[in-house]
C-alpha cells in the first residue's frame, strides 16, 4: 500500500489554506443553514435523523476529498441538527447566538491559538483580562474577583468549590493540595433541595460526597428558605442558587450570605443563565447581595447568547482559586500580565475569550441590558398567553423559566411528544415537586412574540389532537 509522502501531504494541506476555495464553502454552507434556520422545522424530521446513518462507517483506508467531506457535513448533517440557534426552540437552557460573537469565533479557529499562557498567545490573554473587567462592572462583583474561561458551569462550579476546599483547608492550617483528604478539616456542605445536578456532580468529583450534603428546605418556587440553614461556621461552604432551573427563583441571596459570612462560611453562587440579571436595570434586584459572595459561576452560551462552549468561573479569592488550580512545569514560562492556566483546571484549550469579548464589546452595557430583559419579557408572554389558553401555569415568571402542568407522566409526556413532532416548537419536561411539567427556557434573542405566539398555537394544536 502506497500513501501521499509527508511533503505531499503538507504541500497538498498549505494549497487548501492560502488557496481559500474549501473555507470559502463551509462559510457559503454556514450562512445558507443560518438563513433557513429561523423558518426551518425546529427539531430534525425522521428521515433526516436517518440520514444520519450514513456516518457510522469504517475509518477510511486511504485519504479522502475535502469538499467532498464539507459537503457531507452539510447535506447530510445540517437536516440532522436541532435548530437551535432560530427562535422557537425552549429545551435546556440553550441560548442562540450573537452574529458578531460566531464571526469572532470562526477568526477565532483560524487563529487556533491556546490559550494557556500570555507567551503563547498574548492576544487572548489580552482579552482575557478585558473580559475579567468587564464582568466585574457588568455583574457588580468585587475589585478583587477574578475570571477563569472554562467548558461550562459544570467546570466552573468545580472551579468554586475547589477555591473554596482550599482556603477553608489554610484557614485552619492545613495543606490539602499537599496531604489529601486524610487528616484534613471536615469540611461541610450546604444548599437547597432544589441545587442543580451540576453542584452534585460537583461535590462528589472534589470527595466531598453528596451523602454528606447538608440539605436546606426550599418555598413553592424553589427558593432555599434561609430559616431552615444548619447552624453555618468557618468549615461550611454554602451553595446558593440564582435561576432554579425549572422555576426561574432566586435563592435569597443577601439574607444567606449575611448568615454566612458572620459565621465566616465560604459563599458559592451557581448562576448558569440567572447570574445575568445582575446586568439588567430591572432585573437586578433578582441578585441582590450577589457581591458577598466568594465566587460565582456562569455560562456566557446560555443567556449571553456566545457561542459554545463558554462557561466563566468568577472568584473573589485570586489566591485561592490559583493554588487550587495551578499546575507548574519547568517548560511553563510564567509572566508579568495574565496566565490563563492559572485560574483554570486545563493547559492547553480554545481562546474562549475572543468570543466573549465580541459579545460583550458588540451588546455593551446597554445591550445586554435589553437582551437579558427581553429574555424575561417573551417569558412572561408565553406564561400570559397559556394561561388565556387554559394551560395552568404553575410558577411565578420571575426570570425566564415557564412550568405547565399538563396531568400525569403520561399524559404529559403524550402532550410533549406531539408539541415536538410538529416541528413548530421544541419544549421538554421535567419534575416540579414530583410532578410531571412542560419546561419552557427563553434564552435566545431570536425569539420574537410572534414566535411565542406560533409556539403557543402548537400547545393548543396538541390538546385538540390528544383529545
Not at 9 to 18: G, N, V
Not at 370 to 376: K, M, N, Q, T, Y
Amino acid at each position: 500500500m502506497t500513501g501521499p509522502s509527508a511533503q505531499s501531504l503538507h504541500d497538498e494541506m498549505l494549497a487548501q489554506l492560502k488557496d481559500g476555495a474549501l473555507l470559502a464553502r463551509a462559510a457559503e454552507y454556514g450562512r445558507e443553514y443560518l438563513r433557513e434556520s429561523y423558518d426551518r422545522n425546529v427539531a430534525p424530521s425522521e428521515v433526516a435523523q436517518a440520514a444520519l446513518k450514513a456516518f457510522r462507517e469504517p475509518l477510511p483506508q486511504e485519504m479522502g476529498n475535502p469538499y467532498a467531506i464539507i459537503d457531507a457535513l452539510h447535506e447530510i448533517g445540517s437536516p440532522g441538527t436541532m435548530a437551535q440557534v432560530g427562535g422557537r426552540f425552549f429545551g435546556l437552557v440553550n441560548g442562540s447566538v450573537i452574529p458578531a460573537s460566531l464571526a469572532a469565533r470562526i477568526l477565532a479557529d483560524a487563529w487556533d491559538q491556546n490559550a494557556v499562557l500570555h507567551a503563547i498567545s498574548p492576544v487572548n490573554a489580552a482579552l482575557e483580562e478585558t473580559c475579567q473587567d468587564w464582568l466585574r462592572e457588568l455583574l457588580g462583583l468585587p475589585e478583587s474577583t477574578v475570571a477563569g474561561f472554562v467548558s461550562g458551569t459544570s467546570m466552573s462550579i468545580v472551579c468554586g468549590l475547589a477555591a473554596a476546599r482550599w482556603r477553608l483547608c489554610e484557614s485552619a492550617g492545613y495543606d490539602i493540595n499537599a496531604r489529601g483528604f486524610a487528616g484534613a478539616p471536615r469540611l461541610r456542605i450546604v444548599t437547597s433541595r432544589h441545587a442543580h445536578s451540576t453542584v452534585l456532580k460537583a461535590i462528589a468529583l472534589l470527595g466531598f460526597g453528596t451523602g454528606n450534603i447538608e440539605w436546606a428546605e426550599v418555598d413553592e418556587q424553589g427558593r432555599l428558605r434561609p430559616e431552615t440553614l444548619p447552624e453555618l461556621d468557618a468549615n461550611t461552604i454554602l451553595i446558593l442558587q440564582a435561576g432554579n432551573v425549572n422555576s426561574g427563583a432566586f435563592d435569597p441571596i443577601r439574607k444567606c450570605c449575611e448568615i454566612a459570612r458572620a459565621a465566616g462560611s465560604w459563599v458559592h453562587i451557581d448562576g448558569a443563565f440567572g447570574l445575568w440579571a445582575a446586568a439588567s436595570k430591572s432585573l437586578r434586584h433578582l441578585t441582590d447581595g450577589l457581591e458577598l459572595a466568594h465566587s460565582w459561576s456562569v455560562d456566557g452560551h446560555k443567556t449571553l447568547n456566545t457561542p459554545y462552549d463558554r462557561g466563566i468561573s468568577l472568584c473573589a479569592d485570586s489566591e485561592a482559586l490559583v493554588k487550587a488550580l495551578q499546575n507548574s512545569g519547568a517548560y511553563i514560562m510564567y509572566s508579568e500580565h495574565r496566565d490563563g492556566m492559572l485560574y483554570t483546571p486545563e493547559m492547553s484549550r480554545r481562546a474562549r475569550a475572543v468570543d466573549l469579548w465580541a459579545a460583550l464589546k458588540y451588546l455593551g452595557r446597554e445591550g445586554v441590558d435589553r437582551l437579558v430583559l427581553s429574555l424575561h419579557e417573551r417569558a412572561k408572554q408565553f406564561g400570559e398567553e397559556l394561561s388565556r389558553a387554559g394551560f395552568l401555569v404553575i410558577n411565578d415568571v420571575v426570570f425566564n423559566q415557564v412550568l405547565v402542568e399538563i396531568g400525569d407522566q403520561e399524559k404529559t409526556s403524550a402532550f410533549t411528544a406531539e408539541i415536538q413532532k410538529s416541528g413548530e416548537t421544541w419544549v421538554g419536561g421535567s419534575l416540579w415537586f414530583g410532578k410531571p411539567v412542560i419546561r419552557i427556557s427563553v434564552c435566545s434573542w431570536a425569539t420574537s412574540s410572534d414566535d411565542v405566539s406560533r409556539s403557543v398555537a402548537a400547545f393548543v394544536s396538541a390538546r385538540e389532537t390528544l383529545i
